[in-house]
């Protein structure tokens, strides 16, 4: 098995690699997507709308869901997969950016998923605006060789067209909803309509050719909706769609406490982590209660809640009540590296510092950030961290065991307390000022989305699921665009789940 960054500075991706293969799968022309151009986010603007004026997306998913009813599928959304006791499966999040951070991933994702029954994207199947035409690069091209079925459960960005792509290319097909009444002139509603961004016509010969490239007839799934349950082996795995604004509304929330109940183990494939950056975001259902209460209840046996959105991987087993639930962020299947280096020293739930994992680890976080900032900033000289600098300073500020033990002789100097400071490195909760608080939210918040690189490592992630009758082994696997990880994906992570 090759090093993983937990073992040395080469196994993370850091010095002078070989490239990997990738750039073989991928398309001629790749249209680089930045998060810092205007027309980008202005295209993506119906989340800002939506928390201005009122989110639409409960009404909207229920008109999609009575649509896929009335065309027959299960009233229980329940998907039924002759597995037997033992079968594997794949998690992926976040991956529709169709350039080389996505790509590079394929090849790793290919050779672990070998033997697996089926993969689940966890949010964000395809960035900016989840359009029908980029479905082709961004989905159909990058795993047309997975032979399994791939579910998905939507994440923001596929709501940002009003999750009309999305419903065709999972949900057979189901045609366009027909437009609502127009609301009454200057209400909330009004100002929302008039500024909404609309759906784009799709171009169906593009469609139609980028459907060929996952046509065998092992390939297919097609989901009830846009929020399902798949039932497996031993296992119930629940997906939910948390919209635009990372909530469900009351319709769904009533079919996930019914379809929660029962001593069957279940693991929650959601697009909203409940325990992210060290805090914990339980996702409100309308009309009362949280996702995150009916999963600790212990009648329903939840042992695990995977979530997307955040785009790297984080682990927290949350005690609740004598039994663990494994609380995974896995959103690193492809878009844009969210730092890790912003997350504080982890005090939540009675998860401490010593339970928490996290990929990358905070110091490569660094030292990422830290060359990317020199390159925009012009400021190489200044800004650019060694990954042992970067590990030790992060150690430092933290209080903590690095989770690769720095080179040696690797020093934390004035300049790398600085710069630490400056990109946002989390801290102690007992050393946190107000002061410091609202510079790493301003830093995750305002910088990080403009994190795209086109050079490795890039630090993407996905997850591997072998269930038995007694247990879920999930492993974490790294994917950096060099040769070494495509040959041999390391393992950042491992947790054996009982499902007894």
Not at 156 to 170: I, Q, S, T
Not at 206 to 232: C, F, K, M, N, T
Not at 328 to 349: E, Q
Not at 393 to 399: K, Q, S, T
Request: hydrophobic share 35%; net charge positive; aromatic share 10%.
């Amino acid at each position: 098995m090759s090093d993983s960054s937990r073992d040395t500075a080469q196994g993370a991706g850091w010095g002078s690699a070989e490239p990997g293969a990738y750039k073989q799968l991928m398309p001629d022309h790749v249209e680089k997507l930045s998060w810092l151009n205007p027309r980008t986010l202005w295209a993506a603007r119906n989340g800002v709308l939506a928390s201005w004026f009122g989110d639409p997306t409960g009404r909207t998913r229920s008109r999609w869901v009575a649509r896929r009813e009335a065309a027959g599928a299960p009233a229980d959304k329940v998907i039924e997969r002759q597995a037997g006791d033992r079968f594997s499966f794949m998690v992926i999040g976040d991956t529709g950016e169709g350039d080389d951070p996505q790509y590079a991933v394929v090849p790793g994702f290919l050779k672990v998923s070998q033997g697996t029954d089926f993969a689940v994207i966890a949010s964000d199947v395809i960035y900016p605006v989840g359009s029908t035409d980029d479905y082709g690069s961004k989905f159909f091209r990058p795993y047309q060789d997975y032979p399994a079925p791939i579910y998905a459960i939507p994440g923001n960005h596929d709501w940002y067209e009003d999750l009309g792509a999305f419903m065709r290319v999972f949900c057979a097909d189901t045609p366009p909803l027909d437009p609502e009444p127009r609301p009454r002139p200057l209400g909330r509603a009004w100002w929302r309509s008039l500024l909404w961004h609309r759906p784009r016509p799709a171009d169906e010969q593009r469609l139609a050719a980028a459907r060929e490239l996952r046509s065998a007839p092992a390939q297919q799934a097609v989901q009830p909706g846009p929020y399902w349950a798949i039932d497996a082996g031993p296992l119930r795995i629940v997906g939910i769609d948390t919209g635009l604004l990372g909530t469900i509304d009351a319709e769904q929330g009533a079919w996930l406490r019914e379809v929660s109940r029962g001593p069957r183990p279940k693991i929650l494939i959601t697009g909203s982590p409940l325990y992210v950056d060290g805090e914990h975001h339980p996702c409100a259902i309308e009309g009362g209660g949280t996702v995150d209460a009916i999963v600790r209840d212990p009648e329903h046996h939840y042992v695990a809640a995977i979530g997307g959105d955040i785009h790297n991987y984080q682990r927290y087993p949350v005690d609740v009540g004598g039994r663990t639930i494994q609380c995974v962020v896995a959103g690193g299947g492809g878009a844009f590296m969210h730092a890790t280096h912003t997350i504080p020293r982890i005090s939540v739930a009675g998860v401490t510092e010593r339970d928490f994992r996290c990929y990358p680890l905070r110091g490569d976080s660094l030292a990422f950030y830290s060359r990317l900032y020199g390159r925009r900033l012009l400021l190489r000289r200044f800004f650019t961290l060694t990954e042992a600098e970067a590990t030790a300073v992060v150690a430092e500020r933290l209080g903590i065991e690095p989770g690769r033990k720095p080179a040696p002789g690797a020093r934390v100097t004035r300049r790398a307390r600085l710069v630490a400071s400056l990109l946002g490195t989390g801290g102690r909760p007992d050393r946190t000022s107000r002061v410091r608080l609202p510079v790493r939210k301003a830093y995750t918040q305002l910088f990080s989305p403009g994190s795209a690189t086109y050079s490795p490592p890039f630090f993407k992630c996905f997850l591997r699921l072998d269930v038995t009758p007694d247990a879920v082994r999930l492993r974490c696997f790294a994917a950096t665009g060099n040769r070494a990880q495509e040959v041999d994906p390391p393992v950042e992570d491992e947790v054996v789940i009982p499902l007894k």
